[in-house]
């Protein structure tokens, strides 16, 4: 996991895991609700989730004027998901406690 300063005003936070990576070519896709690029199959046939958890991760960071994407791992495998968000307005945190 990787936070940086993106700008003056938003916040890059990446992370990254090493599972088989998602193929370049659905790293949009995989951003629409219930689209399942692959996965563990149940013994039932469907696919282990249900396709929201990036849906829904695009939702919240967009309704904070962020931005969500899909990259390579660090080292070409695995999967890394960054987004950005605004730093915040100057109120302390210790105000909100
Ligand atoms: N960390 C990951 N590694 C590989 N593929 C992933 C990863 N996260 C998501 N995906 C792919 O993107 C699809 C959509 O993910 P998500 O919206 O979290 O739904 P779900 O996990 O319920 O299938 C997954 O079905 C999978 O194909
Ligand atoms: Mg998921």
Redesign the pocket.
């Known amino acids: 996991m990787q936070a940086d300063q993106s700008g003056d005003e938003m916040v890059q936070i990446s992370i990254e895991?090493e599972?088989?990576?998602?193929p370049s070519h659905l790293r949009e896709r995989?951003f629409e609700k219930f689209?399942?690029?692959?996965?563990r199959v149940r013994p039932s046939g469907r696919?282990e989730?249900?396709?929201?958890?990036?849906?829904i991760a695009k939702g919240i960071v967009e309704a904070h004027g962020g931005r969500i994407w899909i990259g390579d791992g660090v080292a070409g495998h695995g999967?890394r998901v960054s987004f950005t968000v605004p730093v915040g307005d100057d109120e302390p945190m210790s105000d909100k406690l």
């Open positions: 895991d599972g088989p990576g998602i995989v689209f399942q690029a692959n996965g696919l989730g249900i396709g929201m958890g990036l849906s999967t």
